[in-house]
């Protein structure tokens, strides 16, 4: 199975090995309501490829962004507003490349992070002041339903990186963090910055780390992925390839960033992936990583795992010392005409107050329409050591396929999310939402 390579989705040959895995089998109950919210249509000026996930405001808008389409051809922000009787509204907020050579950015991958006033922060993977190396950009709330853009960095693809296609996250001083995934020193190999807001409205960047700085990049190359802070101020994330496993299929990493006393930052890698036989532990983590309540990271990885190629949920678990353990606690189990319980995850897991775990999966599901299956929304519930899958929902191509992101609740425990096409047929991504 293999994601779009335009995207710079990279996949590994049929990995085959044996492990005992700690899951119950799958359940095949009913699954939960579905609904759609909106489809995108190409070639209609309103956006279209939907590549991450969605966020709310205070007031029950959801906002999100595609990478093509738009008035200007360059990609958009769109808000849906709820109305009476259970629609939702469409409209776009901003469209990209509307100023000359796309300074103002092009091409968005990253969701959306919405500020205590209302304002929304992300990132461009294209366009900006300085050739076509994206940018990080703030869309502020100007009344009546118009927003006003503003470019805060534009990264030159040199020392500060390139081509970020990650979300953004706050500390509590305000100062964003975020990666790139490519650039930064003589390996290209990514970066993780920060850019402190200033008393005259500029941001100030700063490169935290530059990846592929140690040898053979055992350190960590081409982080996709955001970041997370934990209570002491430590930075956490992904990356994509390197690691001292790097010569079995570029296997990725889970690193940890240390604030030092002068400034600096120390990086550490927790786990490198392929550290078992045939990689039965997973590789190619694109996602991001979330703690639960007792200070284990979860996360996925879009390849590896048990008998084939298509992937995992993982656990570290702190072990004092500064060490982890990787634990898999599912290991998706595809052939390439049969997968109906999901393959190849490729974005971050949600977590409830109860501790279960819900993602998506970029195949499997049903392949009536789809050849590998047009991906489904899993719900993972620990029970006595081991973990459960339920499927809450399969897609089926119209209007939607391939969800591409993690998900969001809502105050009613509601699912929304997105995917990123439907095989060229009538739309190009959607918004959803399941009620489990």
């Given at each position: 199975m293999k994601r779009n390579q335009s995207l710079g989705r990279l996949s590994a040959g049929l990995l085959l090995s044996a492990i005992v895995i700690l899951l119950l089998a799958p359940s095949v109950g009913a699954q939960s309501k579905f609904k759609n919210l909106h489809g995108f249509k190409p070639g209609n000026g309103r956006g279209f490829g939907i590549y991450a996930g969605l966020v709310f405001d205070p007031t029950g808008n959801l906002y999100g962004t595609a990478t093509a389409g738009g008035k200007h051809n360059g990609g958009v922000v769109f808000q849906l507003t709820p109305n009476t009787g259970g629609s939702w509204a469409y409209s776009v907020i901003y469209s990209f490349c509307s100023l000359a050579n796309c300074s103002d950015g092009g091409a968005p991958l990253a969701g959306?992070?919405?500020?205590?006033?209302?304002?929304?922060?992300?990132?461009?993977?294209s366009g900006g002041a300085n050739g076509n190396n994206g940018t990080v950009f703030k869309l502020t709330p100007s009344g009546q339903g118009s927003w006003t853009e503003s470019v805060l960095y534009s990264f030159a693809g040199g020392q500060d990186g390139a081509g970020p296609r990650s979300n953004l996250i706050f500390d509590q001083l305000g100062n964003l963090y975020g990666t790139t995934s490519s650039q930064g020193n003589s390996g290209t190999a990514g970066t993780v910055f920060k850019l402190a807001p200033n008393q005259d409205g500029?941001?100030?960047?700063?490169?935290?780390?530059?990846?592929?700085?140690?040898?053979?990049?055992?350190?960590?190359?081409?982080?996709?992925?955001?970041?997370?802070?934990?209570a002491a101020g430590n930075l956490y994330g992904t990356?994509?390839?390197?690691?001292?496993?790097?010569?079995?299929g570029d296997a990725g990493t889970v690193f940890q960033l240390t604030p030092n006393n002068d400034g600096s930052w120390s990086e550490s890698v927790l786990y490198n992936f392929c550290s078992l036989a045939n990689c039965v532990d997973g590789f190619e983590p694109y996602s991001s990583l979330i703690f639960d309540?007792?200070?284990?990271?979860?996360?996925?990885?879009?390849?590896?795992?048990?008998?084939?190629?298509?992937?995992?949920?993982?656990?570290?678990?702190p072990q004092?010392?500064?060490?982890?353990?990787?634990?898999?606690?599912?290991?998706?189990?595809?052939?390439?005409?049969?997968?109906?319980n999901g393959g190849s995850p490729i974005d971050n897991l949600t977590i409830d107050v109860a501790g279960n775990l819900y993602g998506t999966t970029y195949y499997g599901g049903d392949t009536s329409l789809c050849?590998?299956?047009?991906?489904?929304?899993?719900?993972?519930?620990?029970?006595?050591?081991?973990?459960?899958?339920?499927?809450?929902?399969?897609?089926?191509a119209h209007p939607g396929m391939h969800p591409d992101a993690g998900l969001i609740f809502d105050a009613a425990g509601n699912l929304y999310?997105?995917?990123?096409?439907?095989?060229?047929?009538?739309?190009?991504?959607?918004?959803?939402e399941i009620t489990p």
């Open positions: 959306l992070i919405v500020d205590s006033a209302g304002n929304l922060y992300s990132t461009t993977y500029t941001w100030s960047e700063s490169v935290l780390y530059r990846f592929c700085s140690q040898a053979n990049c055992s350190d960590g190359s081409y982080p996709q992925a955001g970041l997370m802070f934990d990356t994509l390839e390197g690691g001292q496993n790097s010569f079995i309540p007792a200070g284990n990271l979860y996360g996925t990885t879009w390849e590896g795992g048990s008998t084939t190629e298509t992937g995992t949920v993982f656990r570290l678990t004092g010392g500064g060490n982890w353990s990787e634990s898999v606690i599912r290991s998706f189990v595809c052939a390439p005409t049969n997968c109906p050849d590998e299956g047009c991906g489904l929304v899993f719900k993972l519930t620990p029970n006595s050591g081991q973990w459960q899958e339920t499927v809450l929902h399969r897609f089926f999310g997105t995917t990123s096409g439907d095989g060229g047929r009538i739309f190009e991504g959607s918004v959803f």
